[in-house]
């Protein structure tokens, strides 16, 4: 009997809600605690609660590695999260030096006892070239504390280089494929990626007083970050600044699938790293339904799940089409 795509993830999350529902009645939740008992299962909460595109692409990787998978993102999500949940830049700085450290002493092994650092531990083999991608991360982030605008694309392309794709050097790494065209495909999926989450996440950023297009693309369209502060979209020149920004992300994402097909899909190499491509499918709903609002990046709608996020996921994955 045929199972439908529906049917298979309502029998996943059927899953994943028990298992979250026995934590709830042990009275738990997902602290640093609680995740030393269990690391692997905090990261896969962590992920789930805070970077639900990405846990919905944690489906498609092997079984076997989705508990690595989950151990990168939750890094890459905890740090991510940083300059939100602290009240100053040096409580910041504090949390960094802390991943340093754990960096250090994982490769050292003796990881530090905090679930992240456990799962990481457990996953990779403490290599240079691991700890150095960690790492990369984390300077990334200690800089973004000091200042989360930047001036010009390519400063911003960088920060993406040191985050988002290092990220996905990370994920080709668990999967074992080092090819260096799949590299440079992420390399742009990455700066997708950057830009795509920093558009949905516009209206909380000008909220806090942060103007996150950089200032060569709001520049060119007279854009002021005082009116944007207090008007949102309405702000003169807002939506033309979005649709160029929004553009650049269209256009990064086209170019790590062209790369793709170059490569061929049916390859071993591309087929077995289409997990790692999938992540683009949310960039591309979340780009197809900015231009649905006319680059209103302050619209309500934007900020709701999309219900056919994960039937596209599918459709992409078993069509081996991106």
């Known amino acids: 009997m045929k199972v439908s795509v529906g049917s298979r993830l309502n029998l996943q999350a059927a899953r994943t809600f028990q298992s979250i529902s026995l934590i709830h009645r042990r009275g738990l939740s997902t ?11 905090y990261c896969k909460y962590f992920v789930q609660k805070h970077d639900y595109d990405s846990y919905l692409n944690s489906y498609f990787y092997p079984r076997a590695l ?4 989950f151990a990168i993102k939750a890094f890459s999500v905890e740090l991510s999260m940083v300059q939100d949940n602290v009240s100053n830049a040096m409580i910041g700085k504090m949390r960094m030096q802390f991943w340093r450290d754990a960096v250090k002493e994982m490769r050292e092994g003796r990881p530090p006892k905090h679930p992240i650092a456990l799962a990481l531990h457990e996953t990779f083999d403490n290599s240079k070239s691991t700890a150095y991608h960690l ?15 930047f001036i010009t694309v390519d400063s911003l392309t960088s920060h993406a280089e040191s985050t988002s794709c290092t990220v996905l050097y990370l994920l080709l790494s668990l999967l074992s494929l080092p090819s260096s065209t799949l590299s440079h495909a992420a ?3 990455g700066a997708a990626q950057t830009f795509a989450t920093l558009l949905r996440a516009l209206p909380f950023h000008a909220k806090h007083g942060r103007m ?7 520049a060119k369209h ?6 944007v502060f207090r008007h949102g979209g309405d702000a003169d020149g807002m939506e033309d600044a979005v649709f160029d920004f929004a553009t650049l992300a269209h256009e990064h994402l086209n170019t790590a699938y062209d790369m793709l097909k170059a490569e061929d899909l049916q390859g071993r190499d591309a087929e077995e790293g289409l997990p790692v491509f999938l992540a ?15 680059f209103n990046a302050f619209d309500p ?3 709701r799940r999309d219900g056919l996020l994960a039937w596209q996921m599918w459709v992409a994955y078993f069509r081996k089409r991106l």
Request: charged letters at 25%.
């Open 280 to 294: 683009g499918v949310p960039v591309a709903n979340y780009l197809h339904r900015l231009e649905k609002v006319n």
């Open 135 to 149: 790492k990369r991360i984390i300077d990334a982030r200690d800089a973004e504390l000091q200042t989360s605008s």
């Open 212 to 218: 996150i297009i950089p200032a060569e693309i709001t």
């Open 222 to 227: 007279s854009v002021s970050q005082e009116d």
């Open 66 to 69: 989705q508990r690595g998978y």
């Open 187 to 189: 390399s742009h999926l």
């Open 31 to 41: 602290n640093v605690a609680f995740g030393l008992s269990d690391p692997h299962a």
């Open 301 to 303: 709608k934007l900020q």
